[in-house]
């Protein structure tokens, strides 16, 4: 009855440097010179064993990771020492199984259940909650029956629920942002899949609602300095669907659409940082020596903004995100099964565009010369590449 037991370790350390001089025109002011080195260390272990009964298989472990945060600035950074700011720990349990009922029937299932703390080592000055310890018991599960009912038809429904508390960066985001409460999702899934010979099918839907959603707002915008981040509901829900067509011997046509809606509950305003409505279609040939494709990528305009609000990595502006279409083309060749070569371009037609979700470019930098300031970063143009692999 037992398959499997397994362990393992990790061990991590990120120092960065980020400033604004090194790698630009530096501010004519020195004292406008800014310079920060915050660095990360973070270390886990995982311990998991895989067990099965006739019917029903489970997996059941435990994990542990400690996260710990030290920060240090000014342009003699490397003469100051480092400061500890914040550390994380979080101890969990899970338990997850499948249960065959039939050949067609079957009942996925499974919970975890995490200790999570955070410790404020920030200097009195620097913050409220310094020395605070903010505890949290997380709990997380899901329900998912799936059935063919028959040789082409499969379908499923699930129900999910997890809650996640606030990271570093959400936890420095204004006095009282380390105590946020954490965030309690509880979500619907429902699926349906087909297959026909030379056809594929799948669409599924969900519905979420989200207590105690983490908001960050940037007052100050368009500049990115002086964000707090607060509590709000939510509710998404949304949808996807993916057809494909082989129509010919070594062809193949491909279909997608993918649509998210959000509102925040609290303000009765669109939810930050939503996507709006995706499409995509594809073609390809591959006949195990030559191969080549086309795709259709097109992005509609997003109108359902919540300006100045959004997330600890950007938020939305005033002004709508235009919508956009891009091409592109690659084509193969694999001269012998243990090597292949692949080139293609993509966004053909050299379309100036801007993802509607990306990273904006924070304010109140030096500009480097001849670079237009803007907050909506721009994708790359048309782009040519050559991908090479041999497999020994």
Do not use: C
């Amino acid at each position: 009855w037992l398959n499997k037991v397994s362990a393992s370790y990790y061990h991590s350390y990120v120092d960065h440097v980020m400033d604004n001089f090194s790698l630009r025109r530096p501010p004519a002011m020195k004292s406008a010179w800014a310079l920060s080195n915050p660095d990360r260390e973070v270390e886990g272990a995982k311990v998991d064993a895989e067990l099965s009964f006739d019917q029903l298989t489970l997996n059941l472990g435990a994990d542990i990771q400690h996260d710990w945060h030290t920060a240090r600035s000014g342009v003699n950074y490397q003469q100051q020492a480092r400061t500890p700011d914040m550390r994380f720990s979080r101890q969990g349990i899970y338990l997850e199984g499948k249960y065959t009922l039939s050949e067609q029937s079957r009942i996925l299932a499974g919970w975890r259940v995490d200790q999570h703390e955070a410790t404020d080592q920030r200097a009195n000055s620097a913050s409220k909650t310094a020395g605070v310890t903010d505890r949290d018991t997380l709990h997380g599960g899901f329900i998912r029956f799936e059935q063919q009912t028959t040789p082409q038809w499969l379908w499923f429904a699930g129900v999910g629920y997890t809650e996640r508390a606030a990271d570093y960066w959400e936890r420095t985001k204004g006095n009282n942002a380390f105590l946020l409460n954490p965030e309690k999702q509880t979500q619907l899934d429902l699926g349906l899949s087909w297959r026909q010979v030379d056809w594929r099918a799948n669409a599924s839907v969900f519905y979420a609602k989200i207590d105690d959603f983490i908001l960050a707002q940037y007052p100050n915008a368009p500049h990115f300095s002086m964000a707090s981040a607060t509590n709000i509901d939510a509710t998404r829900l949304g949808g996807e669907a993916d057809i494909s067509w082989r129509f010919a011997k070594h062809w193949q046509a491909q279909a997608s659409v993918a649509y998210v809606y959000g509102r925040n509950d609290s303000s009765g305003r669109p939810l930050a940082q939503t996507p709006p409505l995706e499409g995509r279609l594809a073609i390809d040939y591959d006949d195990g020596v030559f191969s080549a494709g086309a795709s259709v990528r097109a992005i509609a305009r997003q109108t359902r903004l919540d300006p100045t609000r959004g997330n600890v990595f950007n938020m939305d502006l005033s002004t709508p995100a235009a919508g956009f279409s891009t091409v592109s083309l690659y084509g193969g060749w694999k001269p012998e099964k243990s090597l292949s070569l692949i080139a293609g371009v993509d966004n053909l037609f050299d379309r100036s565009y801007a993802e509607p979700i990306s990273r904006g470019m924070p304010g109140g930098m030096a500009q480097p010369a001849g670079y237009e300031q803007t907050l909506r970063v721009n994708e790359p143009g048309r782009t040519w590449w050559l991908k090479g692999r041999y497999q020994f």
